[in-house]
Nanobody, 122 residues
Framework: QVQLVESGGGLVQAGGSLRLSCAAS????????MAWFRQAPGKEREFVAA????????NYVDFVKGRFTISRDNAKNTVYLQMNSLKPEDTAVYYC???????????????WGQGTQVTVSS
């Protein structure tokens, strides 16, 4: 089963950018749809973006459209989340996840990374 290791979180000022990376082990990475979720303190984990196994299609929650871009490099077994124009409300722990299916529900995702903290200051 695929294992995911995230990196790239940190502290950034509002309006700044971060790129999160999620490196996967295993030989079947390209078979998984990959997604990013986030969870702020006291809040439920929420969907951010997902990308198909081939990287040919991506889907975003409305509040990140135009600011965040999910991508993947299957040759490197890595999925990315480029986050631009960050806002304080983007502050959360960001998780990458993999699923054999396609959707926004946390229950669809079988493999999760450890999470990486993103803090956006005002």
């Amino acid at each position: 089963q695929v294992q995911l290791v995230e990196s790239g979180g940190g502290l950034v000022q509002a309006g700044g950018s971060l790129r999160l990376s999620c490196a996967a082990s295993g030989r079947t990475f390209s078979s998984y749809a990959m997604a990013w979720f986030r969870q702020a303190p006291g809040k439920e984990r929420e969907f951010v973006a997902a990308i198909t196994g081939s990287g040919g299609y991506a889907n975003y929650v409305d509040f990140v459209k135009g600011r965040f871009t999910i991508s993947r490099d299957n040759a490197k077994n890595t999925v990315y989340l480029q986050m631009n124009s960050l806002k304080p409300e983007d502050t959360a722990v960001y998780y990458c996840a993999g699923a054999a299916g396609w959707g926004r529900s946390v229950g669809l995702y079988q493999v999760w990374g450890q999470g990486t903290q993103v803090t956006v200051s005002s």
